[in-house]
């Protein structure tokens, strides 16, 4: 979260990205540091999957994470 962070002060969008386990927990962070930042969840767990999994998932993100960085539209 520190280096979208450190991103988004420097004029480079970017998107913070968790599995929903963490969805409290990066919420938590962002309002003790005061971020404001862009995120997508997927599904969680992400350790111990095949390539093919990982596709699967990145498949299912890559839209919600491109329409973060370039808004609605």
Known sequence: MHDINDLERRGIPG???????????AVG??????????HVLTEHPIQDRTDDE??????????ALLGSLTGPG
Do not use: N, P, R
């Not at 990982?54 to 839209?63: E, F, N, S, T």
């Open 15 to 25: 998107v913070f990205v968790a599995t929903v386990e963490f969805a409290d927990a």
């Open 29 to 38: 962070q962002s309002k003790a540091l005061g971020l404001d930042v862009a």
């Open 54 to 63: 990982m596709v699967a998932i990145a498949d299912q993100a890559i839209d």
